[in-house]
């Protein structure tokens, strides 16, 4: 067992060389579990440091030697993977620093402090963004939504020059990654005065948005200029819709559970479609929406069904509905990988 699965890991790391040719990467997973053929194991690349989530300690053990060696990480953080995030307490989210480069426990140069609790500096081609690998439940980004995030700027600029502004809507905007890339887009359209792209970013932690806020300062973007809405996405979209507000670009990414004081308890296979009906209501003609989740139990038909149904509420029509695949370091099959669940939809 040993030898096999340290010559799949070996295999798994090489797959990922080719995403690092150009040097513009450095955010990337290195294995993706049974989609690399190693269950429970799952190793992302933060630039220098490694997040580990692992199901089984002893596998972890096992391999620890060859991600030092291999990779020379400057530092390795590891958490227990969690099925039921919401019974665990808040600390137990929080990743452990196991390892730590000899002499690397002063600042480097991508890092705002120590090891004990970074926050790093990443790059995702022309993006980049701050991670903090002790956060908890996630050192916020999601790696997954790489090509995504690139396909909503295309959508941006496409937008911009059909109809000289784009209006995006990222709800449940957690730091902000897909507003970035979005406002990203907007700035190098060069679009004049009277026209643009708006970038509004919802989430129910200001914490979260204030992480955000510093996501758009690294790319040399003025958050000032873009609006950011401390709230319920639900509850936002609702008032949205009664001021007449629409929106070219919308992105529905929400976590499988999230409560607030307005709505309480939102359980994302329960209320995907109410969550895209009120989308669709706001969304301008021939809007494109990005539709995704991270739950295992929520396949991509049923998703599919709930987007129908709730476009059906809203009394809009599917135009088009696209599934996307996930980038080159997310293989696996629909049944153990979140990241292939996904669709773009184009409303009429």
Not at 175 to 197: E, L, N, P, R
Not at 276 to 300: D, G, M, V, Y
């Given at each position: 067992m040993t030898a096999a699965a340290r010559t799949t890991l070996a295999a798994a790391i090489e797959r990922r060389a080719p995403l690092l040719t150009g040097g513009d990467l450095d955010a990337l997973r290195l294995v993706n579990g049974d989609g690399d053929g190693l269950p429970g194991f799952f190793v992302d690349r933060f630039a220098d440091v490694l997040f580990v989530t692992v199901e089984d300690g002893a596998l972890l053990a096992m391999l620890l030697g060859d991600l030092i060696a291999t990779l020379d990480p400057r530092a390795i953080y590891v958490k227990t993977l969690q099925r039921e995030v919401r019974k665990s307490a808040k600390e137990d989210q929080k990743a452990a620093l196991l390892h730590v480069r000899s002499g690397a426990r002063k600042p480097a140069t991508n890092a705002a402090s120590d090891p004990e609790d970074p926050e790093i500096l990443v790059r995702e081609r022309a993006l980049r963004f701050l991670v903090r690998p002790r956060d908890g439940y996630s050192p916020g980004l999601f790696l997954d939504q790489r090509d995504n995030r690139a396909r909503a700027g295309e959508l941006v600029l496409k937008f911009v020059q059909q109809?000289?502004?784009?209006?995006?809507?990222?709800?449940?905007?957690?730091?902000?990654?897909?507003?970035?890339?979005?406002?990203?887009?907007?700035?190098?359209?060069?679009?004049?005065?009277?026209?643009?792209?708006?970038?509004?970013?919802?989430?129910?932690?200001?914490?979260?948005?204030?992480?955000?806020?510093?996501?758009?300062?690294?790319?040399?973007?003025?958050?000032?200029?873009?609006?950011?809405?401390?709230g319920d996405a639900l509850t936002f979209m609702e008032i949205a819709a009664k001021k007449g507000r629409r929106f070219e670009l919308l992105i529905l990414d929400p976590p499988t559970f999230s409560t607030s004081k307005q709505t309480r308890v939102f359980q994302v296979e329960r209320d995907y479609q109410?969550?895209?009906?009120?989308?669709?209501?706001?969304?301008?003609?021939?809007?494109?929406?990005?539709?995704?989740?991270?739950?295992?139990?929520?396949?991509?038909?049923?998703l599919t069904q709930r987007i129908?149904?709730?476009?059906?509420?809203?009394?809009?029509?599917?135009?088009?509905?696209?599934?996307?695949?996930?980038p080159a370091d997310f293989p696996g099959d629909e049944g153990e990988n979140p990241a292939a669940r996904g669709v773009w939809v184009a409303l009429d």
């Open positions: 109809r000289g502004a784009c209006n995006v809507l990222n709800t449940f905007a957690y730091t902000c990654s897909f507003s970035v890339a979005a406002a990203k887009a907007g700035a190098a359209a060069k679009t004049d005065a009277t026209h643009g792209v708006a970038v509004t970013s919802v989430d129910l932690s200001g914490r979260y948005l204030d992480w955000g806020r510093g996501n758009f300062t690294v790319n040399a973007l003025d958050s000032a200029k873009y609006e950011f809405a401390r109410r969550l895209f009906e009120l989308a669709a209501r706001i969304a301008a003609p021939r809007a494109t929406l990005l539709c995704s989740h991270n739950q295992r139990t929520f396949p991509r038909a049923a129908h149904d709730g476009a059906g509420d809203a009394k809009r029509r599917v135009a088009r509905l696209e599934p996307f695949a996930p």
